[in-house]
């Protein structure tokens, strides 16, 4: 099993809107996560990171850790067209990353 | 200003060659790590170096090789064992080890001819 997981598909949504993300971890030893954009071609860079349980916003972007599920999300909301990129979860355990969910803003 | 500077940007590598990417960083970082991304896929970690002279193997190092004799720098070398090494590579470094916060450079994106 891999430590940290992304299995959501690619998301498409209209302008406007909220867009949500999921990543679930093992239990091995990540405490910290991280979310990182990508843009096509481009290399990744640091959107949030969150080091406790429960909710931390900053601007358009709030990401919420929850231990007790194991899980890590981040919404984007009033989504732009440039939020259009891949969006990576990592944790600070071996510093593993899930694959990444693509998200398209519809115009 | 600071931050990472990977070279060449592209690379094109006939069957059989080793080829060394550079990777070098202004920001007085300690850790640099070194990941692999293929199409469609998240990044895998190959290598990484906490300190000077030392480095860890990552998840899937088989085929590469790197050194880190200077704090600045921390070059991959992709050797012919390498099966599959047609991929996007990038290098990052983090102030201090095992915390998350990734810098990345922009990336070396190799092709085997």
């Known amino acids: 099993q891999k430590e940290v997981e992304q299995n959501s598909g690619p998301l498409s949504v209209p302008e406007g809107a909220i867009a949500s993300l999921n990543c679930t971890y093992s239990d091995r030893g990540s405490q910290s996560f991280f979310w990182y954009r990508q843009y096509s071609g481009k290399s990744p860079e640091l959107i949030m990171s969150?080091?406790?349980?429960g909710d931390k916003e900053d601007g358009r972007f709030t990401a919420q850790l929850n231990k007790a599920s194991q899980y890590v999300s981040l919404l984007i909301r009033d989504s732009q067209p440039s939020d259009s990129a891949t969006y990576l979860c990592a944790g600070d355990y071996k510093l593993s990353f899930g694959a990444g969910t693509t998200v398209t803003v519809r115009a | 200003d600071g931050g990472i500077t990977q070279s060449p940007k592209y690379l094109f590598r006939k069957e059989g060659q080793n080829v060394t990417l550079s990777c070098e960083q202004n920001?007085?970082?300690?850790?640099m790590y070194w990941y692999r991304q293929d199409p469609g896929q998240g990044l895998r970690l190959i290598y990484y170096s906490q300190i000077v002279n030392d480095f860890q193997k990552g998840d899937i190092a088989e085929g590469y090789s790197v050194s880190r004799e200077k704090k600045e720098s921390f070059p991959l070398t992709v050797t012919s064992a390498q099966k599959n090494p047609t991929a996007f590579y990038l290098c990052?470094?983090?102030?201090?080890?095992?915390?998350?916060?990734?810098?990345f450079g922009e990336g070396s994106r190799l092709t085997v001819l």
């Open positions: 990052a470094s983090t102030q201090l080890a095992n915390t998350g916060e990734l810098f």
């Open positions: 969150i080091y406790s349980n």
């Open positions: 920001l007085n970082h300690d850790a």
